[in-house]
C-alpha cells in the first residue's frame, strides 16, 4: 500500500484511560497528538461520557481518526482483571500463577462479572457461560482461586 492510500484511512488507537480522568498528558496526548487531534477536545469528552462510572475505572477505548482529524469513539466495559481484582479484594495479581494463589472469589462472583463483559459489542454473540470460562481463565492467570 502506497504511502498515499494509508494517509487516506482511518486509523484506530487503542487505550486504556481511568474514567473521568483523560488529561492531554501521556498515553493520551501523544498518542492522539501524532494523529494531528486535539486531545483536549477528546479529554472533555471522554469525561463528559464517563462521569457516571466511578472515577479512575480503567476503560478500554478505541478511537477512530479520520483522515480529516475527526474523531469518534466507543468505550467498553473495564477489563476483567480488574473486576477480578475487586472481587477477590487484592492489589495486584501473583508473580507465579499456579504455584500461589492471592485471594479467592466464588462462581457468583465470576458469574456476575460475566453478565457485565456480555454487555459489550464484542461479547453480545457469545454465551455468558463461555464468557465466564473466559473469566475462570483470566482469574487463574491472576492466581485467584475460583471456589464453587
Do not use: W
Request: charged share 20%; proline share 9%.
Amino acid at each position: 500500500m502506497s504511502k498515499a492510500a494509508a494517509k487516506n484511512r482511518a486509523q484506530i488507537v487503542r487505550l486504556l484511560i481511568p474514567a473521568g480522568k483523560a488529561a492531554p498528558t501521556p498515553p493520551v496526548g501523544p498518542a492522539l497528538g501524532a494523529r494531528g487531534v486535539k486531545s483536549m477536545d477528546f479529554c472533555k469528552e471522554f469525561n463528559s461520557r464517563t462521569a457516571h462510572i466511578q472515577s479512575g475505572v480503567p476503560i478500554p477505548t478505541l478511537i477512530t481518526v479520520q483522515p480529516d482529524r475527526t474523531f469518534t469513539f466507543v468505550t467498553k466495559t473495564p477489563p476483567a482483571s480488574y473486576f477480578l481484582k475487586q472481587a477477590a479484594g487484592i492489589e495486584k495479581g501473583v508473580g507465579r500463577p499456579g504455584h500461589e494463589t492471592s485471594g479467592t472469589i466464588t462462581l457468583k462472583h465470576v458469574y456476575e462479572i460475566a453478565k457485565i463483559k456480555a454487555t459489550d459489542e464484542h461479547m453480545k454473540t457469545i454465551p455468558l457461560e463461555s464468557i465466564a470460562r473466559m473469566i475462570v481463565g483470566s482469574a487463574r492467570s491472576l492466581g485467584v482461586q475460583v471456589v464453587p
